[in-house]
């Protein structure tokens, strides 16, 4: 004589994508020792459209090709990373949008 017993089974439904927002800053000195700081933000559904999507705060301008170090904070959903990118990882990742140095930078996210 069996008895038939219920077995409960969870599923675990997929997580939502969580958007990705990538802030980079610099500060630059000009020739009368003035110091201005250039603040680039994008926000996208993932890192390629993040990337693409990298605009300047103030003027809308493209990240340009930098020889100092950016400081960066990548979020994703409640983490977050932030690091001091140096000048020839900034290039590969804001300038040519290498996704694969991007992921490699900021793995765990």
Request: net charge positive.
């Amino acid at each position: 004589m069996s008895e038939k017993k219920e077995v409960e089974v969870k599923v675990n439904e997929p997580k939502k994508e969580q958007p990705i927002t990538i802030t980079a800053t610099f500060v630059t000195k000009d020739i009368d020792g003035l110091k201005t700081k250039h603040v680039f933000k994008s926000k996208g559904k993932d890192v390629a459209e993040a990337l693409n999507d990298l605009r300047n705060v103030e003027t809308e301008e493209v990240f340009p090709r930098v020889n100092q170090l950016v400081n960066t904070k990548v979020e994703k959903g409640d983490n977050f990373i932030e690091k001091a990118l140096a000048p020839h990882k900034a290039r590969a990742i804001f300038c040519d949008k290498a996704e694969d140095v991007f992921k490699a930078v900021y793995r765990g996210l």
